[in-house]
């Protein structure tokens, strides 16, 4: 593994869109790493001890996003690494030469991956849409979401690289300049 891209953005600004058309391109020198999988296989293994009551209650079953991430911010308060160490460690990065890590959210998720890899390693990419762009993607402001650490932690974050993802840029264009930028062609 010579680099690993950790790409940042809010909801519905292309994250998965974009590693996606990264990884076809760059074939099976990537693949790509997600760190809400772990988040989700055992988010889904606790809801089946709860499932009656997830099942039976109205509420319960439509807070599942929240709760998720109060849950994993449970989970990451006493060890910040705990995810991105099991998406890492499930994935098969001698075989590839590029990681893409399609949902960085937290400050921690970069501290864990630069101290884990190193520098010279781990690279930053933020993507941005406007809120229309977004809105049009399906995109609605949810209290509890939008306004929480999952979706706020890194806006001021100083990311190697800032990318606009709307429709002035076509995805190809998108894609050329991520490549040309992280120098991964
Ligand atoms: N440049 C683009 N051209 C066409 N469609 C796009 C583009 N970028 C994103 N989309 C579409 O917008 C939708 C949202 O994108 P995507 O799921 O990649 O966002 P995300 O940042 O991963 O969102 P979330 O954080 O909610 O998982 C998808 O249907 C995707 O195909």
């Known amino acids: 593994m010579r680099k690993i891209l950790l790409i940042s953005g809010k909801r519905k600004c292309g994250k998965d869109f974009l590693s ?6 760059l074939g099976d020198r990537a693949l790509i790493v997600r760190i809400s999988e772990p988040i989700k296989t055992e988010w889904a ?6 499932l009656n009551s997830l099942l039976s209650d109205g509420p319960y079953k439509e807070q599942y ?5 109060v849950w994993s911010d449970e989970v990451r ?19 590839v030469d590029v990681v893409i890590v ?8 970069v501290r864990w991956f630069r101290e884990t890899y190193g520098d010279d390693v781990v690279q930053t990419l933020r993507l941005t849409s406007l809120p ?4 049009a993607r399906g995109w609605n402001f ?20 800032v990318l606009p993802n709307d429709a002035e840029m076509s995805s ?14």
């Open 20 to 25: 996606e058309r990264l990884q076809k391109r």
């Open 65 to 69: 996003r929240r709760d998720m991430i």
């Open 45 to 50: 293994r606790k809801l089946e001890l709860n």
């Open 77 to 95: 308060a006493r060890d910040y690494g705990y995810f991105c160490r099991m998406a890492m460690t499930q994935a098969p990065l001698d075989l």
């Open 172 to 185: 190809e264009q998108l894609i050329e300049k991520v490549l040309k930028v992280f120098k991964l062609s």
């Open 142 to 161: 949810t209290a509890g979401v939008d306004d929480v650490a999952s979706e706020c932690d890194l806006d001021d974050y100083q990311f190697d690289c």
């Open 132 to 135: 229309e762009t977004r809105k």
């Open 102 to 109: 399609s949902d960085i959210r937290r400050t921690n998720d």
